[in-house]
């Protein structure tokens, strides 16, 4: 594997644990690479040059898992407020969110958790 666009890897470091927008992406990244070398995730070839590891593979999948179960949390909260507010539009969803409390949201996430 070979990371040629810096822009796009930098996206993914929230979801290896690192800030959303770091203020040094590339130092950032390859920290990034190096504990990712260091948990036996991928072999560093030199060069960008990596190869994910049976171990790396499977964390990429539980990341990638934990990305849908959100995905879908977030999915299934909105078809809540669609059906409560009887809101048509992701306009309307998004109006109605802004109108909310957090802890009102949070409610709100817990129901849609519950009801699977």
């Known amino acids: 594997m070979r990371i040629e666009n810096m822009d796009k890897a930098v996206k993914w470091l929230q979801h290896l644990n690192h800030k959303k927008y770091p203020t040094h992406p590339e130092e950032t990244f390859q920290r990034t690479i190096q504990n990712l070398r260091d948990k036996g995730y991928i072999i560093f070839h030199g060069q960008g040059e990596y190869e994910l590891t049976k171990e790396g593979i499977e964390e990429c999948r539980r990341v990638a898992n934990e990305l849908n179960v959100r995905l879908t949390s977030m999915n299934d909260t909105v078809e809540m407020i669609r059906a409560k507010f009887e809101a048509e539009t992701m306009e309307k969803v998004r109006e109605i969110l802004k109108g909310m409390s957090s802890e009102e949201i949070r409610e709100l ?8």
């Open 109 to 116: 996430l817990e129901r849609s958790k519950q009801k699977k």
